[in-house]
C-alpha cells in the first residue's frame, strides 16, 4: 500500500494562504499516488505468480485467487528446471517433479517425482500435499501409480536408469496427466530411447515435456528420436541450462515441427485449439 506523510497541520491555524495551497498540493498527491497504486496492482499481482527456476516463491496478494478455467481446458505453467503446475478445470493442481526447491505460491493436490535424483525430489513434502507419487519403488520393486484425483487422472511408465557402474533398472517414471480430454506425459529423467512395451504403456500422447540438456538424460538427437517415436502435437522442453542448449535443440527442432517462444510461462490447452506439431518455449528453463 502506497503511504504518503502529510506536513504537520499546527501552522495552518493562523489562517496561512501558503498552508492552505500546502494542502491542496497534499491532497492532490496522496490521490494521484493512489491512482497510480490502483493501476499497477493487478501488474504486480501478476509479476508476483510464478518463481524463477529454483528460486523461492514469491508472495501474493491475500485475495490472490486463480481464474478459474473453463471445462474441457487444462493450464501449464512451467515453473523452472523440470516443474510444471498443472491445473484443471475442477480444480485440481499437480506439480511434476516437485523438489521442494521449485514451488507454486500454493501447495498442490498431488506431486510427481520421477527420479531419485537430488534436484528431482525431495523427502521433505508439505504436509498439505495430499497425494505423492514417486516414480521409483524405494524398496526396489516397480513403482506403478493409477490415481484419479477430480477431473485429474494420472499414471506412470516405468523406465531405467543410467549409473556409474551399471543401471537402476525401473528408477524413472514418465507420468501421464489425463486431462479435459489431453494426455500429458512428462519424460522426466529419460535415459534411453524407448521399447514398443513403453510406447504400448503410453498410448496417444497430446502434449509432450521433453528433457533437452542433452547430457544428464540423454543426448539432443536422441531425445528427438525419442519425440519421433512418441509423436505428441505439442513438446514443452524443459530441463536445460543455458540459451546455448535450448538453441541446439531448436536447431534439431527446426523443420520437424513449427518453433514459437513464448513469454509467459502459463499456456491454457485445449483439445480444439491444441496446435500441430509446434515446440512451444516457455521461460525460466
Known amino acids: ?26 491532497r492532490g498527491l496522496i ?6 497504486w490502483s493501476a ?34 487444462v493450464r501449464l505453467t512451467f515453473l523452472g528446471h523440470s516443474s510444471f503446475l498443472i491445473e484443471t478445470p475442477q480444480g485440481a493442481s499437480a506439480i511434476t517433479d516437485y523438489n521442494g526447491m521449485v514451488r507454486a505460491p500454493e501447495p498442490p493436490d498431488l506431486v510427481t517425482m520421477n527420479n531419485a535424483h537430488s534436484s528431482h525430489y525431495t523427502d521433505f513434502v508439505d504436509p498439505k500435499i495430499a497425494l505423492v507419487l514417486r516414480g521409483w519403488d ?26 556409474f557402474g551399471g543401471a537402476r533398472i525401473n528408477g524413472n517414471s514418465i507420468f501421464v496427466f489425463e486431462i479435459a480430454d489431453l494426455c500429458i506425459a512428462h519424460l522426466g529423467h529419460l535415459h534411453h530411447v524407448l521399447t514398443d512395451v513403453h510406447l504400448g504403456e503410453l498410448g496417444q500422447i497430446d502434449v509432450l515435456l521433453v528433457p533437452v540438456d542433452g547430457s544428464y538424460t540423454l543426448a539432443q538427437e536422441l531425445m528427438v528420436e525419442v519425440i519421433d517415436q512418441i509423436r505428441p502435437a505439442l513438446v514443452i522442453p524443459m530441463h536445460y541450462f543455458s540459451a546455448y542448449t535450448l538453441a541446439g535443440f531448436l536447431e534439431l527442432m527446426r523443420g520437424r515441427y513449427e518453433i514459437v517462444v513464448k513469454e509467459e510461462p502459463t499456456v491454457v490447452l485445449t483439445r480444439t485449439t491444441l496446435p500441430y506439431r509446434q515446440v512451444l518455449v516457455l521461460p525460466g528453463g
Open 40 to 73: 499497477g496492482a493487478a501488474t504486480l499481482a501478476l509479476a508476483q505468480c510464478y518463481p524463477i527456476a529454483e528460486g523461492p516463491a514469491k508472495i501474493l496478494p491475500a485475495g490472490y485467487q486463480p481464474a478459474a478455467l473453463p471445462a474441457g481446458s
Open 138 to 163: 524405494p524398496a526396489g520393486g516397480v513403482a506403478l501409480h493409477d490415481v484419479t484425483h477430480l477431473d485429474l487422472h494420472v499414471r506412470n511408465v516405468p523406465t531405467s536408469v543410467r549409473e
Open 31 to 36: 490521490a494521484a499516488g493512489t491512482a497510480v
Open 1 to 26: 500500500m502506497v503511504s504518503l506523510e502529510v506536513p504537520s497541520r499546527r501552522c495552518s491555524r493562523r489562517g496561512n494562504a501558503r498552508g492552505r495551497v500546502g494542502r491542496r498540493i497534499w
